[in-house]
Nanobody
């Protein structure tokens, strides 16, 4: 599975951005997707996750009610709509994928759960 993230940029506080992550490769059976971010000098942290069919989502408390994760499986793309951005949202954002296993949970928060990672896209929010 290969992942390509895009959509980052510079935005003022209160503004919006939409990140995209396109997957390719062996995704038969479905893949769960997640977004993580890493600010300078900090560890990579969980932002949001969505199950293989879009039926389940979960967000970090810090982004709940501001960010929305969604997916278009026909386009093999996952989105992260980010509204009401704050300077503390500044980070490199990474998308990640985990192959679905029927009968197992469908939302994953830990970095270690994900076996595939994109290259990251920079989001900078100015005050």
């Amino acid at each position: 599975v290969q992942l390509q993230a895009s959509g980052g940029g510079l935005v003022q506080a209160g503004g919006s951005l939409r990140l995209s992550c396109t997957s390719s490769g062996r995704t038969v059976g479905g893949i769960h997707m997640g977004w993580f971010r890493q600010a300078p000098g900090k560890e990579r942290e969980f932002v949001a996750t969505i199950s293989w069919n879009g039926g389940s989502t979960y967000y970090a408390d810090s982004v709940k009610d501001r960010f929305t994760i969604s997916r278009d499986n026909a386009e093999d793309t996952v989105y992260l709509q980010m509204n009401s951005l704050r300077p503390e949202d500044t980070a490199v954002y990474y998308c990640a994928a985990k192959k679905r296993r029927p009968g197992y949970p469908s939302t994953f928060l830990a970095l270690s759960e994900y076996g595939y990672w994109g290259q990251g896209t920079q989001v900078t929010v100015s005050s």
